[in-house]
């Protein structure tokens, strides 16, 4: 069982704005970066944003990470339907010497 | 180009062992550390374990160990996920994965391989 726990579902219409939120602990994300994934139906995961709020070259701007304690947010702007895709984050979780996943969100545009 | 190409799809019966592949290039092997992560089917990721090819230094999660074993190959630049006798519940696509940071600061994960389906079925 996963230590950060996403909301299962989001969802928005094209254009619109649709935050995700993760929850974790002091061991993990109180402590430690926080990372978020992006895996498109029947592909490997993609790293979305790393350090907290940092985007890899060629992830637009529409998404956006923050972090505040010991919680999470993934922010997509603009959304489009190619953003249908299931979203998880993650960190280090310095209490079971390893890396956490989240629980996954999956967004659908409507 | 930093790729991880993974091989490919196994399907096994209960019992058999199995190895699966993880070969890297565009990087230096020895540098980085490598992932392994679970996804069973409908399921969400699962962190299994990393190697560090530089030493062969390995820790596993909890939930992973004495279950498989993660090893390196720094003759073929390629990490491997093994298990000795496997059980219908290791039905799963399996993913490797780099560390991102160079400087081993912080952990993140990217790039990933395309991921390996084993299906383990009587």
């Known amino acids: 069982q996963s230590v950060l726990t996403q909301p299962p579902s989001a969802s928005g219409t094209p254009g619109q704005r649709v935050s995700i939120s993760c929850a974790g602990s002091?061991?993990?994300?109180?402590?430690?970066?926080v990372n978020w994934y992006q895996q498109l139906p029947g592909t490997a995961p993609k790293l979305l944003i790393y350090?907290?709020?940092q985007r890899p070259s060629g992830v637009p701007d529409r998404f956006s990470g923050s972090k505040s304690g010991t919680s999470a947010s993934l922010d997509i702007s603009g959304l489009q339907s190619d953003d249908e895709a299931d979203y998880y984050c993650?960190?280090?979780?310095?209490?079971?010497?390893?890396?956490?996943f989240g629980t996954g969100t999956k967004v659908s545009v409507l | 180009e930093v790729q991880l190409v993974q091989s490919g799809a196994e399907v096994k019966k209960p019992g058999e062992s199995l190895k699966i592949s993880c070969q890297i290039s565009g990087y230096r092997f020895t540098s980085y550390w490598i992932a392994w992560v679970r996804q069973m089917p409908g399921k969400g990721l699962e962190w299994m374990g990393i190697?560090?090819?530089?030493?062969?230094?390995?820790r596993y999660s909890p939930s992973f160990e004495g279950q498989v074993t993660i090893s390196a190959d720094k003759s073929t630049n390629t990490a491997y996920l093994q298990w000795s006798s496997l059980k219908t519940s290791d039905t799963a696509t399996y993913f490797c994965a780099r560390r991102g940071d160079s400087n081993n600061w912080y952990w993140w994960f990217d790039p990933w391989g395309q991921g390996t389906l084993v299906t383990v079925s009587s």
């Open positions: 350090i907290n709020d």
């Open positions: 190697i560090y090819p530089g030493d062969s230094d390995t």
């Open positions: 993650a960190a280090w979780d310095d209490s079971l010497n390893g890396y956490v």
């Open positions: 002091s061991s993990n994300i109180g402590t430690n970066v």
